[in-house]
């Protein structure tokens, strides 16, 4: 299953992200008879892999019809197969993809999710397929094919197309299809993966929930799995509210630079005073306030000691730019990004969806002022992040 490029891959020894095992590779049924010098990293499952046996696998899954990829090991004292879905974030990482693999794989995932929805339509004898009504004057009909569907034909004349707000033509199937395999991969922002005929580039234009619930079609039952799922994913991201560990109840924290925050509900049943830890979630030790850590054994942040830590990279359309840290927090609000390193050097970030410059750190309107989208910036590539901007929302 190895491809040109792959025998190359390696982890790094130094990742604090990754959890490596000294155990053989679960994916690989005939390791080296020799023993293999390469590092395995444990998946989420609790499963050894190396790059190349991972990337062959998921690629084989792609090429077999299958865009969610389930790990084939066995599990431990059975001959049942262990089955745990792993994202494609995951799978992304711990398959050290190159970015013409990430190419290949998302393009992939878009055109199956797209295809195996789009299938219902195609049920014969079905009553309930969603149709649109040719007599809606709220929506814009076209007569091109499904943007969408990489199967659909000019000549299914029955079915209506109907026009997105970008432009790009869907029908209700393609449609949810493709929405609802965004939110099985943990996104809950609905942007529109159809090429534009122009720049051959992804469109990425963000529908509302709105528009999506009108032109899916959706179901009352799908709209709960939406609005159930979407709800979830964004309070998830924010990470605004965690379960006090003392009373298990959620509270919020009103200083984002203070690690060290009081729980009133405790205060109240306890009559005493009762601080935790935002950062380690255990009862408060040492002075405060403080931004970077309690006194717990243990108490570190994570994400800054990722961002101290990964690899570097480069962009091979951008002219100059070389070793840049491959992951960045966003300065507006402190997500983290990774960028796919095709086309500029610039990102929006998914959490604020502010533009910024992965190089240099400065929002794109500021960035360019003295530098272009495919040239290295003014100020070269900014250091490693040492702290992580806190989101001030108006």
């Given at each position: 299953?190895?491809?040109?490029?792959?025998?190359?891959?390696?982890?790094?020894?130094?990742?604090?992200?990754?959890?490596?095992?000294?155990?053989?590779?679960?994916?690989?049924?005939?390791?080296?008879?020799?023993?293999?010098?390469?590092?395995?990293?444990?998946?989420?499952?609790?499963?050894?892999?190396?790059?190349?046996?991972?990337?062959?696998?998921?690629?084989?899954?792609?090429?077999?019809?299958?865009?969610?990829?389930?790990?084939?090991?066995?599990?431990?004292?059975?001959?049942?197969?262990?089955?745990?879905?792993?994202?494609?974030?995951?799978?992304?990482?711990?398959?050290?993809?190159?970015?013409?693999?990430?190419?290949?794989?998302?393009?992939?995932?878009?055109?199956?999710?797209?295809?195996?929805?789009?299938?219902?339509?195609?049920?014969?004898?079905?009553?309930?397929?969603?149709?649109?009504?040719?007599?809606?004057?709220?929506?814009?009909?076209?007569?091109?094919?499904?943007?969408?569907?990489?199967?659909?034909?000019?000549?299914?004349?029955?079915?209506?197309?109907?026009?997105?707000?970008?432009?790009?033509?869907?029908?209700p199937q393609s449609l949810t299809g493709w929405c609802r395999s965004l939110l099985d991969q943990g996104q809950y922002k609905f942007r529109c993966p159809a090429i534009n005929e122009d720049t051959q580039e992804k469109c990425g234009a963000i529908w509302s929930y709105r528009e999506v619930r009108r032109l899916a079609d959706l179901s009352a039952e799908?709209?709960?799995?939406?609005?159930?799922?979407?709800?979830?994913?964004?309070?998830?991201?924010?990470?605004?509210?965690?379960?006090?560990?003392?009373?298990?109840?959620?509270?919020?924290?009103?200083?984002?630079?203070?690690?060290?925050?009081?729980?009133?509900?405790?205060?109240?049943?306890?009559?005493?005073?009762?601080?935790?830890?935002?950062?380690?979630?255990?009862?408060?030790?040492?002075?405060?306030?403080?931004?970077?850590?309690?006194?717990?054994?243990?108490?570190?942040?994570?994400?800054?000691?990722?961002?101290?830590?990964?690899?570097?990279?480069?962009?091979?359309?951008?002219?100059?730019?070389?070793?840049?840290?491959?992951?960045?927090?966003?300065?507006?609000?402190?997500?983290?990004?990774?960028?796919?390193?095709?086309?500029?050097?610039?990102?929006?970030?998914?959490?604020?969806?502010?533009?910024?410059?992965?190089?240099?750190?400065?929002?794109?309107?500021?960035?360019?002022?003295?530098?272009?989208?495919?040239?290295?910036?003014?100020?070269?590539?900014?250091?490693?992040?040492?702290?992580?901007?806190?989101?001030?929302?108006?």
């Amino acid at each position: 299953m190895s491809r040109p490029g792959q025998d190359d891959k390696r982890y790094d020894r130094r990742d604090t992200t990754l959890k490596f095992v000294t155990r053989p590779d679960d994916l690989d049924p005939m390791p080296p008879e020799e023993g293999d010098q390469g590092l395995r990293a444990e998946m989420s499952c609790g499963h050894a892999v190396t790059p190349q046996s991972l990337t062959g696998w998921c690629r084989s899954l792609l090429d077999q019809g299958q865009y969610k990829f389930k790990c084939p090991a066995l599990q431990d004292g059975t001959l049942q197969q262990c089955g745990a879905l792993w994202s494609y974030q995951e799978v992304r990482r711990l398959a050290v993809l190159t970015a013409e693999e990430m190419q290949h794989f998302e393009e992939n995932m878009a055109r199956l999710a797209a295809a195996e929805y789009c299938d219902f339509k195609t049920c014969p004898g079905c009553q309930d397929e969603k149709r649109y009504d040719p007599r809606d004057t709220t929506m814009s009909f076209v007569d091109r094919p499904d943007d969408l569907d990489p199967l659909s034909s000019e000549d299914e004349e029955e079915c209506l197309r109907a026009e997105m707000s970008c432009g790009h033509a869907v029908t209700p199937q393609s449609l949810t299809g493709w929405c609802r395999s965004l939110l099985d991969q943990g996104q809950y922002k609905f942007r529109c993966p159809a090429i534009n005929e122009d720049t051959q580039e992804k469109c990425g234009a963000i529908w509302s929930y709105r528009e999506v619930r009108r032109l899916a079609d959706l179901s009352a039952e799908e709209m709960e799995y939406f609005e159930e799922n979407i709800a979830r994913m964004a309070a998830a991201e924010y990470q605004e509210f965690k379960a006090c560990p003392g009373c298990k109840t959620y509270v919020e924290r009103k200083n984002l630079t203070n690690l060290c925050v009081r729980c009133l509900v405790c205060a109240a049943d306890k009559k005493k005073e009762f601080q935790f830890c935002w950062q380690c979630l255990k009862p408060w030790k040492g002075p405060a306030p403080r931004s970077d850590c309690c006194d717990n054994d243990g108490c570190i942040n994570h994400d800054l000691e990722l961002l101290r830590t990964c690899k570097t990279t480069s962009f091979p359309q951008v002219r100059g730019v070389h070793a840049c840290p491959s992951i960045r927090a966003c300065p507006t609000c402190g997500q983290k990004v990774e960028h796919d390193k095709t086309g500029c050097k610039n990102i929006i970030c998914p959490r604020c969806q502010v533009e910024f410059c992965f190089v240099c750190l400065k929002l794109t309107p500021e960035c360019l002022k003295t530098s272009s989208y495919f040239i290295s910036c003014s100020d070269g590539v900014a250091p490693r992040q040492t702290a992580i901007p806190v989101w001030r929302r108006k």
